[in-house]
C-alpha cells in the first residue's frame, strides 16, 4: 500500500509539472511569460493625463449643466437660458473645414428641460441676433459640429451691430491666429450688470447680455494670454479699447479661466494683455 501512495504522488507531480511546461509553451506563442496583473491604481497613475486647457474651473454661485458637444463645451444656465460660457479648442484644420451653413436653422437643445431652455420664437421680434458663441466658422470642419452650432445652448441675444462687425471681426482674427501658431484655446460668453432690471426677451425670458467676453490662450513656444470685453450695442467700438487681461475679465465673470496651466504660467500670462504681441 505504500508503494501504491509513493507511485500516486509521482504520478501527480509529474502531471503539474507538465500543465506548468505547457503554459509556459503557450505563453511563448505570445512572445512572453504572462505577467501579473498591475493594481487598478497603478494603472490609473500610468494612464495619460489628458488636460482640456480651454476647460475653466467650476461654477458654485450660478447654475451650470455642462454639456460637451462636437466642437465645444458650454457651461448652461438654466435662469438665463444662456450659456454661462463657451469653450473650444481652436486648430488650424478646424478653421478649413468646407462645410457650409446655409442649411443649418437654429434648435432647441433638447438635453435641456423645457421651460429652462430658449427657443426660436423668442428671439422674433427681438431686435437682437441669434448670436453665436462659438461660431460657426470655426466648425466648417464637421457636420456635427457645425449642426450643434446652432443649438440655443451656444446662443446669446445679441445687438446685431456688434454680431456683424466688431464681434465678428474678433471671431476672424482668431481664426488668423489658429492658423498662425497652430492651436488656440478659447472661452466666451455673457456678462450681466449686477442688480434687479435684468432686460429679458420673449416667452421664456432669455437674459440679454450688457456685453460679452472673450479670453483668448496661446500654449505654442511661450504661452501668452489675452481678453476682450465688448459692450451689447451698435455703437462702434474700437479692438483695442475692447482689450482686457485675463485677470480683469475673471474678476468681472467670477470665473477661473485655463486652471489647467501650472500656477506659475497662469499668473504670468493672465497678469497682462498686449495686442501687439499677437
Known amino acids: 500500500m505504500k508503494y501504491f501512495w509513493m507511485i500516486a504522488l509521482a504520478a501527480v507531480l509529474l502531471s503539474c509539472k507538465g500543465r506548468e511546461s505547457r503554459a509556459q509553451q503557450t505563453d511563448g506563442l505570445y512572445g512572453a511569460a ?4 498591475s493594481n487598478p ?3 490609473q497613475a500610468k494612464a495619460k493625463v489628458v488636460r482640456l486647457y480651454e476647460i475653466p474651473g467650476r461654477l458654485i454661485d450660478r447654475p451650470e449643466q455642462i454639456l460637451h458637444r ?3 463645451t458650454t457651461s448652461y444656465n438654466q435662469q438665463t437660458k444662456t450659456p454661462n460660457w463657451v469653450a473650444w479648442h ?3 484644420a478646424h478653421t478649413r473645414g468646407r462645410i457650409q451653413r446655409h442649411q443649418e436653422v437654429f434648435a432647441e437643445d433638447e438635453d435641456i428641460a423645457r421651460g429652462q431652455r430658449a427657443t426660436d420664437s423668442d428671439y422674433y ?3 437682437y441676433d441669434r448670436g453665436h458663441m462659438c461660431p460657426a466658422g470655426d466648425n466648417k470642419w464637421d457636420q456635427l459640429a457645425m449642426t450643434q452650432s446652432f443649438l440655443f445652448t451656444n446662443i446669446c441675444p445679441q445687438n446685431h451691430g456688434l454680431n456683424k462687425y466688431e464681434w465678428n471681426d474678433l471671431e476672424m482674427l482668431c481664426r488668423d491666429w489658429a492658423r498662425k501658431y497652430g492651436a488656440i484655446d478659447i472661452v466666451c460668453g455673457p456678462l450681466f450688470t449686477a442688480g434687479g ?3 429679458t426677451i420673449g416667452r421664456n425670458k432669455v437674459w440679454v447680455p450688457d456685453a460679452f467676453f472673450k479670453v483668448v490662450l496661446c500654449r505654442k513656444g511661450k504661452p501668452k494670454a489675452i481678453g476682450f ?3 451689447n450695442e451698435g455703437k462702434k467700438q474700437a479692438m483695442a479699447d475692447a482689450v482686457r487681461t485675463v485677470d480683469e475679465i475673471e474678476r468681472m465673470t467670477n470665473i ?3 486652471p489647467a496651466l501650472d500656477d506659475e504660467t497662469e499668473t504670468r500670462i493672465e497678469a497682462t494683455s498686449d495686442l501687439d504681441a499677437w
Not at 504572462?34 to 496583473?37: L, R, Y
Open 256 to 258: 477661473d479661466f485655463f
Open 125 to 127: 421680434n427681438s431686435r
Open 90 to 92: 481652436l486648430t488650424d
Open 34 to 37: 504572462v505577467q501579473p496583473k
Open 229 to 231: 470685453v465688448y459692450r
Open 41 to 43: 491604481t497603478e494603472q
Open 197 to 199: 432690471g435684468q432686460k
Open 70 to 72: 462636437r466642437g465645444y
